[in-house]
């Protein structure tokens, strides 16, 4: 590893160390980003639980508002209190009609009441429902219910089934409103009064809420048993109040957790947790910041390395001329970094040590005897003459054509 270091060049050092760090980038740009993706999931998540949640009690409330202040205005119904008022042997039929058709009129007007009862003192009652309910008490003073209204005075509470003594017979949960009936005048307690809402006053408010978040819902009484359901019972000890992912079956559902105090029924909702992780928005969030910083990492890099390399190649090639005797001086360079001055001073280098190089080959050459340049010159002067004069002394025939003498060698006078 370390040779490859020290033979590999600076270009390809940039470029390792440049890749090395936009890999670490990557891993670390990947592992932060998926922290805060599951966290903003979770998040997500936890705010849809809450509002689907937060609709859904506010349905309810609202039903059981409605129904309360219905049942209200329907015991002050003149019918109403002639029935509840009348003994048994005084009563006529057309008292119990009317009484009859009060209650059918008031329950087939909204679809989500299933049943109305009202009993007098004595447990006498009048009965309107959509199906048949079966009942478990033949005396109201022997149900537990009955100890709960007259405590109350006139005041509602709400009850799964009216305490587990009226039972629709097609199978769904009944939630029953249940209150004592007082004579408005005297305010003497009068007879009782039981609305059955079913199920299907909670599944409307639930199906709309499913199409929104995609959530489901298992309601339970303080008892534990399931008043409202549209999945399949789940374990509800340990769930959070923050809520939670949990494995079930083979997918991951986010559960979470609240109550309605005044009724004492607990809410559980799950919302398939898979569904927030597929978000079509994954590539625009991750894939492509990622690859526009990779691709300008990439030309960071490269113009990184032509930006330095480019300096010290010249300087190589400029170095080399120098070593075979080319004393060829950098081009000047504009810029006032590092590389500029490097480049000024080796031009000052290249100056100087060409001075010196032809300095010394001029004093070799006095030492050994060679003659400098002015003296060649005159040498040279001094020869062309003798050569001009031995010519024309020469005789005649020996110019034209005979053989000439030797030339003497005159010695060299500096």
Request: aromatic share 12%; hydrophobic share 40%; with cysteine.
């Amino acid at each position: 590893m370390k040779k490859i270091s020290v033979s590999a060049s600076i270009r390809a050092k940039i470029i390792t160390a440049f890749l090395i760090s936009l890999i670490g980038y990557v891993i670390l740009a990947t592992l932060l980003f998926s922290r805060a993706l599951e966290q903003s999931t979770e998040y997500q998540i936890n705010q849809g639980a809450q509002q689907s949640a937060d609709l859904l009690i506010s349905g309810i409330r609202s039903q059981l508002d409605n129904a309360r202040n219905i049942s209200y205005n329907m015991i002050q119904d003149a019918d109403i209190t002639r029935w509840l008022n009348t003994d048994e042997d005084d009563r006529d039929f057309l008292v119990n009609r009317n009484a009859d058709q009060v209650l059918r009129e008031t329950y087939s007007f909204f679809p989500g009441w299933e049943s109305i009862f009202l009993f007098n003192n004595e447990g006498e009652g009048i009965l309107s429902a959509h199906h048949l309910v079966d009942a478990t008490f033949k005396d109201i003073r022997e149900t537990s219910w009955y100890e709960k209204a007259t405590a109350l005075r006139g005041g509602f509470f709400v009850s799964l089934n009216a305490d587990d003594t009226l039972f629709s017979v097609v199978g769904q949960n009944n939630i029953s409103l249940i209150r004592q009936v007082l004579n408005i005048e005297s305010m003497r307690p009068v007879g009782f009064l039981i609305v059955n809402l079913n199920e299907s006053f909670i599944s409307r408010t639930t199906d709309e809420i499913n199409r929104k978040y995609n959530t489901e819902f298992y309601i339970m009484d303080e008892k534990g048993q399931s008043v409202f359901r549209d999945q399949a019972p789940i374990e509800t000890e340990g769930i959070p109040e923050e809520g939670e992912a949990r494995s079930i079956g083979d997918e991951t559902f986010y559960l979470y957790k609240t109550t309605i105090p005044e009724l004492g029924w607990t809410v559980v909702s799950s919302t398939p947790y898979d569904l927030f992780r597929g978000t079509p928005f994954f590539p625009q969030m991750v894939v492509l910041p990622t690859l526009s910083a990779v691709f300008m990492y990439l030309l960071g890099m490269l113009f990184t390395s032509n930006l330095i390399t480019k300096p010290v190649n010249e300087l190589i090639v400029s170095m080399r001329g120098v070593r075979e005797g080319k004393f060829n001086k950098m081009p000047p360079d504009s810029r006032r970094d590092e590389f500029g001055q490097l480049k000024d001073n080796y031009n000052i280098m290249v100056r100087s040590d060409s001075a010196a190089r032809a300095d010394g080959a001029g004093e070799a050459q006095a030492r050994a005897g060679y003659p400098g340049r002015a003296d060649q010159a005159a040498f040279s002067i001094q020869h062309a003459g003798y050569d001009i004069l031995s010519y024309y002394c020469e005789p005649y025939e020996k110019r034209r054509g005979g053989r000439k003498r030797p030339k003497p060698v005159l010695p060299y006078e500096p």
